[in-house]
């Protein structure tokens, strides 16, 4: 799952240049680093819930020596605030985060983007809502005809 995560990174990368989004903290989800209990801030965690290659080819519009495999993933971005605030905040940022995919997308990967209801996690005592998206790319190389 390297180069799906490598596309993740990308995007995170993207998500985090955006000033409308510089008090989110961007976390890996199943890092080896804890994550503060309570949640003093706003956390997205970040992670890849399926993944699939969809297809391989040879050959297309660009070249016939073009070859290689399409991969489909299935992302989320948990968005955490502290429970204290009652979310405040929360749904503002769930919504920039929406927006900022269309701006950190530079590879145009990303499809199917939502977000979900507010929902409160008892474990962390925490508000939170998902931001789920599809990526679809492909793993290409130039082969020798």
């Known amino acids: 799952m390297t180069q799906i995560n490598e596309q993740m990174d990308a995007i995170v ?3 985090k240049a955006l000033p409308s989004l510089s008090e989110v903290r961007f ?3 199943y890092v080896s680093a804890p994550v503060e209990t309570p949640v003093s801030g706003f956390i997205a965690v970040v992670g890849v819930k399926s993944a699939a290659q969809s297809r391989a080819f040879i050959g297309g519009d660009a070249t016939a020596s073009l070859k290689g495999e399409m991969y489909t993933a299935v992302a989320e971005i948990c968005l955490y605030a502290p429970c204290g605030g009652n979310g405040n905040g929360l749904s503002e940022l769930a919504g920039e985060i929406l927006n900022g995919l269309r701006t950190a997308d530079t590879a145009g990967i990303i499809s199917e983007a939502s977000v979900s209801p507010i929902a409160f996690d008892t474990e962390l005592n925490t508000v939170f809502r998902s931001i789920g998206f599809r990526l679809e790319f492909c793993l ?3 082969g020798s005809t």
């Open 13 to 15: 990368r993207g998500l």
């Open 27 to 29: 976390v890996r989800e």
């Open 140 to 142: 290409c190389e130039e």
